[in-house]
């Protein structure tokens, strides 16, 4: 559910603290009046701080997978022209998947293109869903039916 990696990339920027588009050249710069050298110091800390990210062995705790190996690779290509420390990635089906640690987390998927996905009450084709929970209450959200321990495989 990784594919090419965008969300892990972001996510461990953001964790390391590196500046987006700290390599990149912005429109304002062409304008005549903008103070250059106030800029330059900005952009020379914010590029400091992204090399000494690359070389950090911060505990990040972000992890990904995908089913097509092929997605993995690029993600990992990917991470490295982005200049961030390795993210463990595995190759598996999101459907047999476990969690990577046994720390609370947050899932983020990024479900296929043309996919419809099912809504809260609704099933895939917008029909209305007769669940409930244990306590035969409305469905409120959504909750593992089984507890499961980390997959130790995983890293």
Not at 30 to 54: G, I, M, N
Not at 94 to 99: E, F, L, V
Not at 103 to 118: D, F, K, Q, T
Not at 138 to 153: I, L, V
């Amino acid at each position: 559910m990784c594919g090419s990696g965008t969300f892990l990339a972001e996510a461990a920027q953001v964790a390391l603290n590196i500046t987006p588009g700290a390599e990149r050249r912005f429109g304002f710069e062409k304008f005549k009046q903008y103070d250059t050298k106030a800029w330059q110091a900005l952009k020379a800390a914010a590029l400091d701080a992204k090399h000494a990210a690359r070389n950090s062995r911060a505990d990040l705790q972000i992890f990904g997978s995908d089913i097509s190996g092929d997605m993995l690779d690029k993600a990992r290509a990917n991470f490295q022209r982005a200049g961030l420390p390795l993210i463990p990635l595995k190759q598996v089906d999101a459907r047999g998947m476990t969690p990577p640690t046994a720390e609370p987390g947050i899932l983020v998927a990024n479900p296929p293109y043309g996919e419809r996905i099912e809504v809260r009450g609704r099933n895939a084709r917008g029909e209305i869903r007769e669940g409930r929970n244990r306590d035969n209450r409305e469905d409120d959200g959504f909750r593992r039916a089984q507890e499961e321990t980390p997959d130790s495989e995983f890293f």
